[in-house]
């Protein structure tokens, strides 16, 4: 997004489904980062409020990006339309789900892009592309005409390059230096209770996935053609349980944490090595996704 005034839905960059992927745009496929959903959906009737909000704000939208297959990694890899490059380390991945928002912003080819988080596919891509990401408390920005992930921990959030926030949390939180890597401490993240939380929170995500529209496609499709990448074809097929909310522990708290355990993983990295890493990920990641607060990152 750039930041001049346009209310109208422009023409879009290079339109096609791979750039159309999460959110509801009047007259596209929203495309959910698979060339098979994109072939077997009509185009969005009416465009999504959170994508209508900026653009009357004087937002003008100049394209789409690329995301992690329906959605459902932190990775950001795309095995049919390609990898976003990192603009920070082209040789690790970008983040995701939203990591092609992530690489605009990063590139500096747009001010500002927005992006979903129900895991932490703003927060994650935020981090390893040094921008700034912010993941809203639930239900505070609309997530109608976008396509539901898990919807009690769907939100809508951003990606911008411009912030001092980093910088500032490093020069007065003197108590952050613990969270530092000083050769790699791997303990520091293996905190029982965060990962039963982490590991509470991923169970959840994937029984409510049971609910949404876009399960029965997702399965069916996955065993009729192997169309879906590996990595997404396994977090579907192996989706209850039920937590109480962390908020009314949090109120009035502000908690300053690592947003993952380390740098963004290597490109082509094995699976099983991806996999310790997305749970410790997980386990930072789910307080704001099981307490339904905000969550700001930023790595400079």
Sequence with gaps: ??????????????????????????????????????RTHSAA???????????EAGATCVGKTVMDEMAYSINGENKHYGTPRNPCAPDRVPGGSSSGSAVAVGAMLVDFSLGTDTG????????????????????VVSTSGVIPMAQSFDTVGHVVKKTTLGDYVKDNVPSLDCFLSKGGDENIYNIPSLAALSSAMRLLQRSRSLASFAFNWIVGLSRQTGILGHRAGLGFENMGMDL?????DLDDSILVIPTVPGHPPKLQTDPSTLEIFRARAFSLLAIAGVSGFCQCVELN
């Design 120 to 139: 932490g596919s703003v927060r994650v891509p935020a981090s390893y592309c040094g921008i700034y990401g912010f993941r809203p408390s639930h239900d």
């Design 45 to 55: 009737c009416s465009t999504a409020p959170s994508v209508l909000a900026v653009l």
């Design 244 to 248: 109480p909310g962390l908020g009314h």
């Design 1 to 38: 997004m750039k930041k001049t005034k346009n209310t109208q839905v422009p023409e879009y960059v290079e339109c096609h489904p791979m750039k159309t992927p999460i959110f509801d745009v009047e007259g596209q496929v929203t495309g959910f980062g698979n060339p098979d959903w994109a």
